[in-house]
């Protein structure tokens, strides 16, 4: 699979520790998706001071069990970026790799 797009999502919580997506946003995003005829093929998310590892909030707040999650850690010098998939009772990294752009 290939991503071609992203839709950043606005943090409706407008708080710099806890994040939960713009609903308009990601309706927005899903519409666009479904005018494209793209699917999902990834969420991301940036942990500003801790590793690239999933929390308990990030498997608690998983609702797309079967799309990988990129998780972007803003703690390490140079940012390091890991891909998973997450259940609510764990997560399994998978691989990934960053492809030149057309």
Known sequence: MRA??????RNEL???VRYQGDARDM???FRDLRERDLELVAIYHSHPSSPAV???????RNFYEDTPQLI?????EPPVLRAYRL???GFTEVSWHLAPGD
Not at 4 to 9: A, D, F, G, I, K
Not at 72 to 76: E, G, R, T
């Open 4 to 9: 071609e797009r992203y839709y950043p999502l």
């Open 14 to 16: 407008e708080s710099p």
């Open 27 to 29: 309706l927005a995003a």
């Open 54 to 60: 999933p929390s308990r909030v990030d498997l608690d």
């Open 72 to 76: 972007l850690s803003l703690a390490d």
């Open 87 to 89: 259940a609510a009772d």
